[in-house]
Structures are given as C-alpha cells and as structure tokens.
C-alpha cells in the first residue's frame, strides 16, 4: 500500500484572524513496509502532517492518495481508509471509555459490522501481539490498568482494525524507562511482521535505532529527507533547527575532536561498540593497556 501526500498545504482557520499554516506544500511518499520517522522542532506540522495520513484532517490544497486513489474524492470509503491506516495519538489512554478493555479494543471492529464471532478473535489477537495476556484483564475496567498497560489497551484498538499501515503520534512519550522500551519493541516487532510504520519522534537515539528513513520538518515544510545516517551527518543544521543528535553521534564527534579515528557514519549503539572494540584491539595490538 503506497500512501502520496501531494503538494498537500493545511490552513487552520482560513480567512479568520486566526488563520495558521500547518503544514505547506509537503510532497512525500510512504513506501510499503518502510519504518518512516518524522522529527522535528514542536509546532513544526509532525502531528498535523500525521492527521493527514488516515484522512482526520483534509488538505486546504493539494492531495492524499491511497493506490493512486484519492482519500478526499467521492466514493471513496472512509471506513476502509481508517481499517487500513491506524492512527494512534501521543497519549492514547486519553481515548478509553469502555467499561472492559475488551469493549474498548472491540469498539473498532464492532463498526466494521464485523460477526461476534471475528471480533472475539480479533480482540483476542490485538491483546495479545501487545502482551496483554494476564487471566482477566480483558474484563477489567481500562482505568484500572497502569500507565504502561492503558498505552497498550489503547494500542491494542488500532491493531484490532488490522491496519497494514501504523502512524504513531510520539509513542512512548510520558512512560517509565521499561514501559518505554517494552513499546518501542513492540512497534519494531509490529514493523519486522511487514506493518508500514510512520512514527513521530523527538528522541533521535529512538530514530537512529528503529528507522528506515526520516523526514525533518521544520516551519511546516520538509527540510531534509534520507536514511538516518544520511541525515546525522548534519548535525550542525539539525542543531540549528532546535533538534539534537544521537547521543553516539555526539560521543563519535567528542572522540574525533580529541584525535581519535572513529567512522564519521556511526549514529548506533552497536556501531559505537565496533569502534570501541576495534580501538581497543588497536591499543592491544600496540602495547596500550
């Protein structure tokens, strides 16, 4: 599934006093089975760019195309336009309101006018690929559930659309350390099963472990586009737009600062450890303890 934005602009409040420009004149393509990151400064039109994707929001000009097909025309299916692109927002648990997780996770499919029978197996499989397998928890209250696990429950109510494409607002902004990292390897487990990924982030280390290829925006517009080598490589501009670098980068400039060979390319934990362990073989190999 091939997801266009063409010259796509969006004006909030047009012709009022109040009128802003989101985003403006985007032109991207999402490719299937890619892990897209989307960064940049706050109030850059990441979200409002996302919001697009899945057809919440329509362009003030240009267009959104499905297949080639465009999301806005008439006749085109809205239902099947939200089954197949899932939208999960910065804070998800915010959404809950069922009386039983199992409710909440159910409420998508039940719209579908799917049978009885297909949504208990949808639920079943939605709590399940997000690690929500403890004896009853479907029968409890979502708003009894913890932080981490309200995340997941809410997680669970996308998935259970089956979306082949996952746009994701921030997705472990505000969870403990563990929650965190549980999530992101559900989303990097969700991405290796063939999910197109599209996910907003203000942690590069997050980007440069996970993405295929980033979109920096800035004031509305895309202002680079590559592989997350390809755009680590400009960390002065990314610093000038209020952006950071992966810490690894940081450390690999710190090091070359100070004379030491270290690849101008490594912006990855594991790539940090193969410098170390070659400089370190080196050392050994001179005598240097």
Known sequence: MLI????VTHTYQPGSPFQATAIRDVTLEIRPGEFL??????GCGKSTLAQHINGLLKPTEGRVLLDGKDIHEKGFSKKELRRAVGLVFQYPEHQLFEETVFKDVAFGPRNLGLAENEIKERVEEALERVGLTDPGIAEKSPFELSGGQMRRAAMAGVLAMRPE???????AAGLDPQS??????????????????????????DVARFADRAVVMEK????MEGAPEEIFRHGERLESMGLDVPSVCRIGMLLRGKGVACPEEMFREDQAYDALLALWKGGKAHGVQ
Do not use: F, K
Not at 4 to 7: F, N, S, T, Y
Not at 37 to 42: F, K
Not at 220 to 223: C, N, P, Y
């Open 165 to 171: 494409v996952l746009v994701l607002d921030e997705p």
């Open 37 to 42: 990151a989307l960064i940049g400064h706050t």
């Open 220 to 223: 509305g517009a895309i202002a």
């Open 180 to 205: 965190r990292e549980d999530m992101l390897q559900l989303i990097s487990h969700l991405h290796s099963q063939g999910t197109t990924v599209v996910m907003i982030s203000h942690s590069m280390d």
């Open 4 to 7: 266009r934005l063409d010259h």
